[in-house]
């Protein structure tokens, strides 16, 4: 199983930014999928994730970013977004691209979002 995760980079407070997670070695239209942060010196959070059931894909949201994050899938690409609109400089950290297959957890090497201006 792989993670590649893409996307990250410099943004200025109030811009957007959407994170790429290509994934293989899953099944991925029926697999969990989510993006997970950890912010300097505090546990690891969940920012999305997208939970699939019999074809529908139900996504939650963790409270700092509910309403201006997006998450979202392409089955045919096996690929992972968030959309990340009205960013703040808390939201710098690195981004994890997170999926469970199997029983098992994997992580990708995450991308780096800096909100700055």
């Known amino acids: 199983v792989q993670l590649q995760a893409s996307g990250g980079g410099l943004v200025r407070p109030g811009g957007s930014l959407r994170l790429s997670c290509a994934a293989s070695g899953i099944n991925f239209s029926r697999t969990v999928m989510g993006w997970y942060r950890q912010p300097p010196g505090k546990e690891r959070e969940l920012v999305a994730g997208?939970?699939?059931?019999?074809?529908?894909?139900?996504?939650n949201y963790g409270d700092s970013v509910r309403g201006r994050f997006t998450i979202s899938r392409d089955n045919a690409k096996d690929t992972l977004f968030l959309q990340m609109n009205i960013l703040k400089p808390e939201d710098t950290v690195v981004y994890y691209c997170?999926?469970?297959?199997?029983?098992?957890?994997?992580w990708g090497q995450g991308t780096l979002v800096t909100v700055s201006s």
């Open positions: 997170y999926t469970k297959y199997l029983s098992i957890e994997y």
């Open positions: 997208s939970t699939p059931d019999r074809g529908t894909y139900y996504p």
